[in-house]
Structures are given as C-alpha cells and as structure tokens.
C-alpha cells in the first residue's frame, strides 16, 4: 500500500513533469523514477509504431505553411513549407527555419532521441485522430502547421494555438501539445544538424529596384540571363514555373550557389531583408537570386507530397 507521502511525492513530480513537458524541457521520459513507470497502460487510440522503420520516406513531418510569394524567386524556399523538421525512415533528420541564406540542416538521430520525439508527439496517437483539423481566427489565414506521417495529417490553421475558433477548442487542445513537443524538438535539433549538402534549386529574375544593396558576381558558367524571368509575368506566363520550381543544378555549379549564397550572408546589410542575393549583370542589369536546397524524396517539381502545403 502507497504511504501518504509516496502519493504526495507521486503528485508533485507527475506536477512538475508536466509543466516542464509543457515548457520544452525533454527529459520526463528519461526520468521514470520522476515521471511514472513504463507499465502503464497506453492512451486510448495509440498503437506502437516507430519512426525510424528503415522507410525511402518521411515518416515525420512539422512543417510551418508560409505565405504567398508566387510572384517571387523567393517561393522555391517555401515550396516544402515556410520552416520544418522532417525525420525519415533511416532516423535522418532535416530541419529549416526560413531564410534567403540559410541552408537545410540535417543530422542523425539516436535510436533513444527518436521514441522521445514520438512520445512527446503522440506520435502513435496520430492514426486515431487522422484529418483532424483546428482553425484559429488570425486573419493571417496562410499561417499554420500541420503533422504529417505520410498517410495521417493534423492541421492547425490561422494561428489555431495562440487563436483557436471557438468550435475548434476541443481540436486545437488535443493538438497544442503535439505542436509545442514538435516546435521544441525543432528548436533542439537545429543546434545539432549540420549544413546539408547534394543538389539545390536556384531562381532568377530580373531586380529593377535595387536601394544600394551589395551586388556579386555571378558563379557559374551558364550567363544569368539565360534563368531570368521578369517579375511581373502572370500565372498564363510558361516562365511562370520557372519561378515556382526554379532550376536544377548539382555538382560544382551546386557548390558553387551554395558559396554564392554563403558570401550573400557575408554582405548582408544589416538591417535589411536577410539574404537578398543580388547579382550585377550585363549593361545596367541587375538579377535577383534564390538558392534552395534539395531535400530528399522530392517529386520533379520539386516538393515533398503533403496535403496542406504545397
């Protein structure tokens, strides 16, 4: 029989668990003596299943929805969502938070880190409230996050945590705590992945206002102009797509963008939108440049399947 005491001590540190759970501190799992034994039975509705399955896949998707930028060299970068945290199948994690000069970070994660990242998310809860959508009423309506394994999708909508539609409260409480778990990892994570190196995408158009900004030289041996499109062009325009999925280029000319990119953050003004990489070209040209790293599992345009980002 449990003394008064020991069932005190239960409280306070199931408590304290909770609220540093709630807080992003990840250590309640590790910490069963604190926190609770192991033999406890499962939430209704959640299964087994482990991230790292050996899939060619996602198998974990956070990924934040950005705005509109389609008339812009700058949405390739928000093709695959305006930040993320991705894990596939290998354990291979890819985080992003958005930034014209910052690249994808990607590292590994330890057999222990991954069921963290799964019990913290709920993880095995996912396939039981699949579709499960929570609006916020934020007038911003492109901002939102949405959980993704690739078969079960959960979105929050128009800033659902911070602004949840009165309809959607019971919603956005079984989600709050899956999307500060995947916020908190995603922050975590981000300090432990390193550049991400392969093929990258790259866009060019042409800049007509140009307020004293560094100009650099263009790197690779294909003239800039041959990629330019105008920014002014309509959706009826073929170059259109030229803009939305931007170009291919791997190997040297790869590396080459990315150091290209790497110098635009070197000149920056501060002050200014981070990263405009802006190239002088011929006569009084001047181009506007985007370079965006490849992910893995991509499709021929460019994006990673998922539902509600595009």
């Not at 929570?134 to 078969?151: C, F, K, M, P, Y």
């Not at 190997?251 to 953050?265: N, Q």
Request: glycine letters at 8%.
């Amino acid at each position: 029989m449990m003394r008064n005491d020991e069932r005190t001590t239960e409280s306070s540190n199931s408590l304290l668990c909770a609220r540093l759970q709630r807080a992003g501190v990840l250590i309640c799992a590790m910490a069963l003596g604190a926190c609770g034994s192991t033999d406890s039975e499962a939430e209704p509705g959640t299964i087994e299943r482990p991230l790292c399955d050996g899939s060619d896949a996602f198998t974990f998707q956070h990924v934040w929805q950005g705005g509109n930028w389609d008339d812009s060299a700058f949405s390739i970068l928000l093709r695959n969502g305006h930040a993320f945290l991705r894990v596939d199948g290998h354990c291979r994690f890819y985080s992003y938070d958005i930034g014209r000069t910052e690249p994808i970070l990607t590292g590994t994660l330890t057999e222990g880190d991954a069921e963290l990242l799964a019990q913290s998310t709920s993880y095995g809860k996912w396939p039981a409230v699949n579709g499960l959508v929570a609006r916020g009423t934020s007038l911003t309506e492109g901002v939102g996050q949405v959980l993704s394994d690739g078969t079960n999708e959960l979105a929050c909508q128009s800033d659902c945590q911070n602004s949840p539609a009165p309809e959607d409260l019971e919603a956005s409480r079984v989600l709050d705590p899956m999307l500060d778990a995947a916020n908190d990892w995603h922050a975590r994570l981000s300090k432990l992945g390193t550049p991400i190196s392969g093929d990258v995408r790259f866009a060019v158009v042409i800049q007509r206002f140009v307020d004293a900004e560094p100009l650099l030289e263009w790197p690779l041996a294909t003239p800039i102009e041959t990629y330019a499109v105008d920014r002014r062009i309509s959706a009826e325009n073929p170059n259109w797509e030229s803009i939305r999925t931007g170009f291919a280029a791997e190997g040297a000319d790869a590396e080459a963008l990315r150091a290209l990119r790497a110098r635009a953050a070197e000149v920056a003004v501060p002050g200014r939108l981070d990263g405009w990489i802006l190239i002088d070209g011929p006569g009084d040209d001047v181009y506007e440049v985007v370079v965006s790293d490849v992910l893995p599992y991509e499709d021929e345009t460019g994006v990673v399947p998922l539902r509600s980002v595009r």
